[in-house]
């Protein structure tokens, strides 16, 4: 569950950043070496980027079952070319850390990424990274609950309104509970 929060998290943050990053002009992308160090540690600091560690070892598996599938006969084979050729990409992992960086460098001015860097470095930003989950599945139950509240007590009080009117029409609407 943790990971899907998280995923969630970073969908959201990954296409704000990509959209506001291509709204910028041109000149106003480029930033400063500080900058681009200032979001690296913003990044660092809160691992954005960790979840995309599992993105070659999960195409690897799925290759490696595919191919495995389709040949059977060749599965010794088929594991050292594939976990040779994924030892070799893997050094482009550092690639999406630049990128990850540039956008956020983008977006963030350096001062801001500074304080992100401190706050998230901080016990506060350390129990926001590992209890924010937790905090946010309370916060859905929360919500659920209100939300069933809500929906009977609309449809309890609409049907009072609508029995004054016309008897009949107010045993039609019925709280769905959603």
């Known amino acids: 569950m943790k990971l899907v929060n998280r995923s969630r998290r970073m969908a959201a943050v990954a296409g704000t950043v990509a959209l506001l ?19 690296r540690a913003a990044i660092a600091a809160t691992g954005v980027t960790l979840e995309f560690d599992a993105i070659l070892p999960q195409a690897v598996g799925a290759l490696k079952g595919e ?16 976990d040779q050729t994924a030892l070799a990409l893997a050094a482009r992992r ?38 924010g989950p937790i905090a946010g599945r309370e916060i859905l139950k929360a919500a659920e609950i209100w939300q069933r509240g809500i929906g009977r007590d609309l449809a309890q009080q609409v049907g009072e309104q609508l029995q004054k009117i016309a008897p009949a029409a107010a045993e039609a609407p019925a709280a769905t509970g959603n």
Request: overall charge negative; hydrophobic content about 40%.
């Open 21 to 39: 990053a291509l709204s910028l002009p041109a000149s106003a992308q480029e930033v400063s070496e500080s900058h681009l160090a200032a979001a």
């Open 67 to 82: 191919l495995i599938q389709k040949n059977p006969d060749l599965q010794a084979e088929i594991n050292r070319i594939v």
């Open 94 to 131: 550092g690639d999406l850390e630049k990128e990850a960086a540039l956008a956020y460098a983008r977006v963030f001015s350096e001062t801001e990424l500074k304080d992100i860097s401190t706050f998230y470095q901080s016990e506060s930003g350390k129990k926001l990274m590992n209890d």
